[in-house]
């Protein structure tokens, strides 16, 4: 399809787990965001690349956390260790501007993590 | 403490009637302010995208508005339909800085 791409949909991992979250953004999108969402909650800023440049990594909450979008197009979130509190469902959102504050941010559908 | 904070948490409302969602942002300037729908289970979809020169903005039956001088935007929603029950969330763009609020939960009932 032409939308924002996140696989798997639905992830159960056992603590300690490692997990690897997949976002393919709209073709030739620029800037690509991955968000974390609490139930019943609104998005909280993971971190952020324009290309495969990862220019804000501040909202990563532990080591554990690390994304990476080596050739500027497919992205990979990836959760070490997991633990109870990393369930949520994490949103890959992407934009054709560089500095997406006027264009549309178009997310995906997200990954519904969920940690035992 | 989150820079944008949006009431109601929740609203149920009958349908064909109008409600309008509230959206309080604490820091500025920016560079603009957007409402977002979220279906259950699904991805926050644009509705409105407004600058901080702009009062107001339709699209359809959903009408954003915007005071920079109160720092409130709010969305308004006419002739509720089944189909407008899901999450509103407003977000604060400044440059790369998002900032979204943690939405409003509406439910429209027959």
């Known amino acids: 399809g032409a939308g924002v791409s996140q696989s798997p949909r639905y992830k159960v991992a056992k603590r300690g787990q490692d997990v690897a979250l997949r976002c393919d953004p709209i073709?030739?999108?620029?800037?690509l965001f991955w968000y974390q969402q609490a139930l019943g909650q609104g998005p909280e800023f993971l971190t952020y690349f324009q290309n495969e440049a990862q220019l804000d990594k501040s909202g990563l909450p532990s080591d554990r956390f690390f994304a990476e979008r080596p050739e500027g197009s497919v992205s990979t979130l990836k959760i070490q260790r997991t633990q109870q509190e990393d369930s949520a469902v994490y949103l890959c959102?992407?934009?054709?501007?560089?500095?997406?504050?006027?264009?549309?941010?178009?997310f995906g559908e997200g990954s519904r993590l969920t940690v035992l | 403490k989150n820079q944008v904070e949006q009431s109601p948490q929740s609203l149920i409302i009958l349908e064909g009637k109008n409600c309008t969602l509230q959206c309080n942002y604490t820091v500025s300037p920016f560079s603009n302010l957007r409402w977002y729908k979220q279906d259950t289970g699904r991805g926050p979809v644009s509705l409105t995208i407004m600058t901080f020169s702009e009062n107001t903005k339709s699209n359809g039956r959903y009408t954003a508005t915007l005071d920079a001088d109160t720092k409130q935007s709010s969305l308004h929603i006419t002739a509720s339909q089944l189909s407008d029950s899901a999450s509103y969330i407003c977000e604060r763009n400044a440059g790369n800085m998002l900032t979204f609020g943690g939405g409003t939960r509406l439910m429209v009932k027959p």
């Open positions: 959102a992407s934009s054709p501007r560089q500095t997406p504050n006027t264009g549309e941010l178009f």
């Open positions: 073709s030739g999108h620029v800037s």
